[in-house]
């Protein structure tokens, strides 16, 4: 014989509650934004609870004060840098948190006009690209949280030798700039009339120095005019030396 055996179903029972259901967040205006620099400028950005009750006053909405929070420090603060990351802030970003960890506030100071939210969530999608570039895959949330310091540390290997690729390329390019600055053939020395005379010209004289004699041979120095010679020596061919003429007078 078949037997039939009933299956009781054991059924939940609710409790119904007067309490209204939570509203979906509804997006920013940009009426809204105008009203909220207003208030801040008006109450500071300490009042929050105060600020959105007016904002709620002046728009059927229900903002509250830690929505009002979030948005000017994540989006109206004018001192919010929103420029593309440079190379310089992903290091700093990269080896803070390499000493701090996920404190994305303490973090922030190190990297002025970056929010703790945009910091956090430039440093994931940064976790993301590598584990993509790794593993060839996208990652899932609790492979990127077991292998976020492994990432974290070759992303950081990585931008720095970044880093040092840039300032090797900088280095030769200053280096080609300076050597531009000579000619590419060797200067010939002008040609003078033989009635050239050198007592109303300015020379600036470079080469070795030339010391005076010891002091035991009684020489003493005297001012005079300044009179210039040409000294053309087989010893120091690639040198020519201004040397003052009467200058020195011995006892």
């Given at each position: 014989?078949?037997?039939?055996?009933?299956?009781?179903?054991?059924?939940?029972?609710?409790?119904?509650t007067s309490r209204p259901?939570?509203?979906?967040?509804?997006?920013?205006?940009?009426?809204?934004?105008?009203?909220?620099?207003?208030?801040?400028?008006?109450?500071?950005?300490?009042?929050?609870?105060?600020?959105?009750?007016?904002?709620?006053?002046?728009?059927?909405?229900?903002?509250?004060?830690?929505?009002?929070?979030?948005?000017?420090?994540?989006?109206?603060?004018?001192?919010?840098?929103?420029?593309?990351?440079?190379?310089?802030?992903?290091?700093?970003?990269?080896?803070?948190?390499?000493?701090?960890?996920?404190?994305?506030?303490e973090i922030s100071n190190?990297?002025?006009?970056?929010?703790?939210?945009?910091?956090?969530?430039?440093?994931?999608?940064?976790?993301?690209?590598?584990?993509?570039?790794?593993?060839?895959?996208?990652?899932?949330?609790?492979?990127?949280?077991?292998?976020?310091?492994?990432?974290?540390?070759?992303?950081?290997?990585?931008?720095?030798?970044?880093?040092?690729?840039?300032?090797?390329?900088?280095?030769?390019?200053?280096?080609?700039?300076?050597?531009?600055?000579?000619?590419?053939?060797?200067?010939?020395?002008?040609?003078?009339?033989?009635?050239?005379?050198?007592?109303?010209?300015?020379?600036?004289?470079?080469?070795?120095?030339?010391?005076?004699?010891?002091?035991?041979?009684?020489?003493?120095?005297?001012?005079?005019?300044?009179?210039?010679?040409?000294?053309?020596?087989?010893?120091?061919?690639?040198?020519?030396?201004?040397?003052?003429l009467n200058t020195l007078?011995?006892?």
């Amino acid at each position: 014989m078949r037997t039939i055996q009933n299956v009781h179903k054991k059924s939940r029972s609710y409790k119904k509650t007067s309490r209204p259901r939570k509203e979906k967040r509804r997006p920013w205006t940009v009426k809204e934004d105008e009203a909220m620099r207003k208030l801040v400028e008006e109450n500071g950005i300490k009042q929050w609870t105060i600020i959105s009750e007016k904002l709620n006053k002046i728009f059927p909405t229900s903002r509250t004060g830690k929505q009002c929070r979030e948005r000017w420090h994540n989006h109206l603060n004018p001192g919010i840098n929103k420029d593309i990351w440079t190379l310089e802030e992903e290091i700093t970003l990269f080896s803070i948190h390499s000493k701090l960890g996920n404190k994305w506030a303490e973090i922030s100071n190190y990297l002025a006009g970056r929010t703790d939210n945009s910091i956090k969530n430039h440093f994931y999608s940064t976790l993301r690209k590598q584990y993509r570039i790794l593993k060839g895959t996208d990652s899932t949330r609790d492979q990127l949280k077991k292998q976020s310091m492994q990432l974290a540390a070759g992303v950081l290997v990585g931008l720095k030798k970044k880093q040092k690729k840039r300032e090797d390329k900088e280095f030769c390019r200053s280096q080609e700039e300076f050597f531009d600055c000579f000619p590419a053939t060797p200067c010939s020395p002008p040609d003078f009339d033989e009635d050239f005379s050198y007592r109303e010209c300015e020379f600036l004289v470079l080469g070795h120095q030339i010391d005076l004699p010891p002091p035991d041979r009684n020489i003493t120095c005297e001012e005079a005019s300044m009179e210039f010679a040409w000294l053309d020596t087989d010893e120091l061919p690639e040198e020519v030396f201004l040397m003052p003429l009467n200058t020195l007078q011995g006892n």
